[in-house]
């Protein structure tokens, strides 16, 4: 997969390009619809699949907050639009003189002369251009004016309500990880570097890796969580803290996790952390001793949630 970011980059010899239009942050169950029917279709055609997506996300720009919103960087956006047959995927900056280019501008001098789109896809609720002006109907209608082919994906339902990033980053803050892995079609992951920690996991037997606090990710709620982490080439079970470690006074957070069945150090290394489903919710013990039959309780429930996962993560 080639990757352009901008619009000068994109390669001139894309022939015939398919675009798949959107964000696509979290590259969920929707967003594969579209990517993947555009893909079908320059395959079909010979033509090349091409996606658009934007950095920083455009909510990052227009509504920003101090809670993160997204659900992938654009690094992990890349690897899953490869992964999903995309031969050359446009990333376009965006901040606010780019979110003010009107509909038809969108329309006749990206679309159509800097990007060459020989068919669109995209999702029924599309929307782009100033003050989301432009709709999906107003993009086939365009393409029906300019005689390229324009293709409105329905959206996916999961019990029976539309798949969104928004459904999903509100499952993942209220701890529903196992939701949010349905709506995506794949287990919700952080990926970060190990730091040093405070060192008080391995004092009451439960070491753990520290992972760097990714800045811009959605981090699911407070609690403790079944999870599976990629490290060094190799998978471990592995039981997760997010929280401050209330019974020691603590007021940072931290994403903590105890690798099951490894022994050593992982400081400095890469990790990626799958989540699998909530143990329980953050709580205050009374002392390190209740804390500790806390974990161990914790720890056998992850051993039986990863148990029904399949072979090689234990």
């Known amino acids: 997969m080639r990757t352009a970011f901008g619009l000068a980059e994109f390669p001139q010899d ?15 169950l929707g967003h594969r619809q579209v990517i993947g ?5 320059a395959r079909a055609i010979g033509g090349a699949a091409a996606t658009v997506t934007f950095e920083p996300h455009p909510l990052e720009v227009l509504r920003p907050s101090a809670e993160p919103v997204l659900l992938t960087t654009v690094e992990e956006r890349l690897a899953l639009f490869e992964q999903a047959g995309v031969d050359v995927a446009v990333v376009l900056p ?3 003189e780019f979110s003010r280019i009107k509909a038809e501008v969108w329309l006749d001098e990206i679309l159509l002369n800097a990007l060459r789109a020989r068919e669109i896809f995209a999702g029924s609720s599309y929307t782009f251009g100033h003050r989301r002006e432009g709709t999906a109907p107003r993009l086939a ?19 029976g309500e539309p798949v969104s990033s928004s459904r999903i980053r509100t499952a993942l803050r209220e701890g529903l990880v196992d939701e949010a892995a349905r709506l995506l079609g794949r287990w919700y992951d952080l990926r970060s570097r190990v730091v040093t920690g405070s060192g008080r996991g391995r004092t009451i037997g439960f070491p753990t890796a520290n992972l760097e606090m990714p800045p811009r990710k959605v981090l699911p709620a407070r ?7 990629d490290v060094g080439g190799r998978r471990y079970g592995s039981a997760t803290n997010i929280g401050v470690r209330p019974t ?19 400081v400095g290394e890469t990790m990626t952390l799958s989540f699998v489903q909530q143990i329980r919710p953050e709580r205050t013990f009374p002392g390190p001793e209740a804390l500790v039959r806390q974990i161990s309780a914790d720890v056998a429930r992850v051993r039986e949630l990863l148990a029904a996962v399949g072979p090689g993560i234990m």
Do not use: C, K, M, N
Not at 141 to 146: L, P, T
């Open 141 to 159: 209608e365009w393409g029906r004016a300019h005689d390229i082919p324009v293709h409105l994906i329905p959206a996916v339902l999961v019990s």
């Open 223 to 229: 609690g403790v969580y079944a999870t599976i982490a």
């Open 37 to 41: 029917s555009a893909v079908a279709r």
């Open 14 to 28: 894309a022939r015939d390009p398919v675009l798949a239009l959107g964000t696509f942050d979290g590259l969920h």
């Open 248 to 266: 020691f006074g603590g007021t940072t957070l931290s994403v903590e996790a105890h690798l099951l069945e490894f022994q050593g150090g992982l």
């Open 94 to 96: 965006f901040g606010l």
